[in-house]
């Protein structure tokens, strides 16, 4: 059997939105963003690497619908 390192390596992945070439800079859950967000997601995975870019997509995202949330009160 081959032993398969899997390379795990903070900071030096990619964006994972589809199209960005842009460095990753945070690692999410993929469930989450992929609910949250509006650009769709490369790869496979249970964690998913976006750029600050796409991360602020991301928590602006979550943050909406939390505001939405606490409106609907
Ligand atoms: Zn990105």
């Given amino acids: ?15 994972e939105a ?3 070439e842009n460095e990753g800079s945070r690692s999410l859950s993929r469930k989450k963003v992929e609910s949250s967000v509006e650009f769709s997601l490369d ?3 249970k964690k998913v ?10 928590k602006k ?3 909406e619908e939390r ?3 606490s409106l609907g009160r």
Avoid: P
């Fill in 1 to 15: 059997m081959a032993s398969r390192k899997s390379i795990k390596r903070e900071g030096g992945a990619k964006c």
């Fill in 18 to 20: 589809a199209g960005c």
């Fill in 43 to 45: 790869g496979e995975g």
């Fill in 49 to 58: 690497s976006l750029c600050k870019d796409h991360y602020r997509k991301f």
């Fill in 61 to 63: 995202a979550t943050k």
């Fill in 67 to 69: 505001k939405l949330d």
